[in-house]
């Protein structure tokens, strides 16, 4: 059992695997748009390889059906929080801001110079790498001394970084789908329900029917 004390403690691949991810991330963000899904590849292949330096692919690999209901539901939950924030915004447009932010990130990805294999290939690459670094390695650690607490403290730390787009929609939908993700994990027992969420979440409001 993981005690506080290592929960704490940075060990040197964590430490290298958050500066790769950190690194990567921020190039993500700063890239020309139309060079915005190769990154997202290049970022997502970084959270995997420091997800599996870091332990979190070890055991038997299941998604229990309870796992798959729960993240079904919160991505559907997601998605209304999402209808409604949108409509929200366009009805009292708080300090200028304009659901037009938030259709400029999703036309990052659905756009029709992607075709729909790429789109969904990139989504999928998104749901792993962020699900297996920061809920399988970030959360799963900080779960052994913050408990319930543990999805905030991931959710404040990726908006952080998000920071950097100088996108407020964006900081503000990261921080709430974080939190979302991390108390899917954290009710799920794994990253069997938060990858559900994330996966069917992004398919639906990238895809199928984006929130605009």
């Known amino acids: 059992m ?6 704490l403690s940075v060990h040197p691949r964590l430490a290298l695997g958050l500066a790769l991810v950190i690194a990567s991330m921020l190039l993500l963000f700063t890239v ?12 997502t292949s970084c959270m995997m390889a420091a997800a599996f ?7 038997r690999w299941k998604i229990p059906f309870k796992g798959i209901a729960l993240g079904l539901a919160t991505a559907a939950a997601l998605y209304a929080i999402f209808a409604l924030g949108a409509a929200a915004i366009d009805a009292l447009h708080p300090f200028g801001i304009t659901s037009a932010s938030e259709s400029s990130i999703y036309s990052l990805i659905a756009s029709p110079s992607n075709p729909i294999y790429l789109q969904v290939a990139v989504l999928l690459f998104d749901s792993a790498g962020y ?9 799963n650690r900080l779960q052994a ?7 905030l403290a991931v959710a404040l730390f990726d908006a952080g970084i998000h920071a950097v787009t100088l996108n407020p929609i964006w900081v503000g939908g990261t921080l709430v789908t974080d939190l979302v993700w991390g108390f899917t994990y954290y009710y799920g027992r794994g990253t069997g329900a938060s990858f559900t969420s994330h996966f069917v979440w992004d398919i639906v409001i990238f895809v199928i029917r984006p929130v605009m």
């Open 145 to 151: 001394r913050l408990g319930v607490v543990a999805p």
């Open 2 to 7: 993981r005690g506080p004390n290592r929960a």
């Open 131 to 139: 699900e297996s670094f920061f809920r399988g390695v970030l959360q």
């Open 53 to 59: 330096a870091n332990g979190a692919f070890r055991g």
């Open 32 to 43: 020309p748009a139309q060079y915005f899904v190769a990154a997202t590849f290049v970022s």
